[in-house]
C-alpha cells in the first residue's frame, strides 16, 4: 500500500514539475507547487484511511451477513423439514377424509336402504292393522250377537226354572191336598210376610244337637221353635213338621218364622217328601229372597231336584245362586254340584 502511495507521490510530483520544464521556474512557484503536492498527499492519505475503514466495515458487515445467511439457510432447511411434515400430514389428513367420505357416503346409502325398508313395513303394518280392526268389529259384532243370544237363553232358561217350580208347586200342592184328604195333616199354612231383612242378616242354629225330652215348650214362641228343632235333630221329623207348622200358625209375625218355613222344607226332604219339600222352600226364596235362608233354600230346592231325577232343573237352580247370592256359601257347594253333574 505504501508502495502505491510512493508511485502516486512520484506521479504527482513529476506532473507538477512538467511545466516547470517546460519553462523558467521561481522559488515562489515551487512553494506553492509543494504546498499543493502536500494538500494533494493529505487528501490521498485521507482516502486511504477511509478506504481502510470501508473495507474493515464492509468485511465486518459480510461476516454478519454471511453468519445471517447461514442462520436463514438452517432456518430454511428446518423450514422445509417442517413443510415436508405438515404436506405430509395434509396428505395423510386428506387420505382420511376421502376415507371418510367415502364411509359417509357407505352409511347414508345404508340408511336410505333402512327407510326405505321401515316404510315399507310400514305399509304392511298398517295394512295389517286395517286388517286387524276389520277382524276385530267382526268379532266384537259376533261377540255382540252371542251375548244377546247368551242374555235370551239365560232369560228362557230362568223362565223354564220358573215353570218347573211351579210345577213342582202344584205337584207339592196337589200332594198336600190328598195328604189332608187322607187325614196326614201335613200343617201346611200359608206364610204371613215377615219383614225382610237386608243381605247377610242371618239368624244361626250352629246350636249343639239336643235330646227333645230335654226341651220342654213353655208356651212361648221361642220355647216352641226350640222344642220343634230340638225334634228335627233327633231325627223325629214329622213331629218337629208338625209342631214348626204350629209355630207358624200361632207366631206368624215371629223373626223366626222364615227359618221355621225352612225347617219344614227340611223335615220334608228328610222323609222323601221332595216335591212337597221344593214347594216350602219356595215360599221362603219367592216371599222373603233377602233373608239369609234364601240361598240355603234355593240350594235345598236344587238338591230335591237332583233326587227328582230333574238334572237340568237342579242345574238352573245352582246358576241361579251363583247369579243371585255370588257371596253366600251355597254358591261354593254349587259350583261343586254343577261339577259334578258335568257343568
Known sequence: MKKQRSFYRLSLITASLLPLLAGCVTDKDFRGLELHVRSMDNRLVELETGLDELKRGAGAKVEVIQKQQAGMGSSINRLGTDFLQVKGQLDESRHRYRSLQSENERLLNKITELQQTNEQKNIELQQRLGSVESSTTEIDSRLSTVHSNLTDLQKAQAREAATRAEAAARIAKQARLKADRAGKGTGLHELTPDKVKKPGADIKENKPAVSVNSVKSDGSS????????????????KKSHDLFSRFISKHPSSKMAVNARFWLG????????????ILEYQNVIADHPNHAKAPAALFKQGMAFEKLQDKETSIIVYKKILAEYPKSEQATSARTRMTELGQ
Open 222 to 237: 221361642k220355647g216352641m221353635y226350640d222344642e220343634a228343632l230340638a225334634l228335627f235333630k233327633d231325627k223325629k221329623y
Open 266 to 277: 227340611d223335615c220334608l226332604y228328610n222323609q222323601d217328601e221332595y216335591a212337597l219339600a
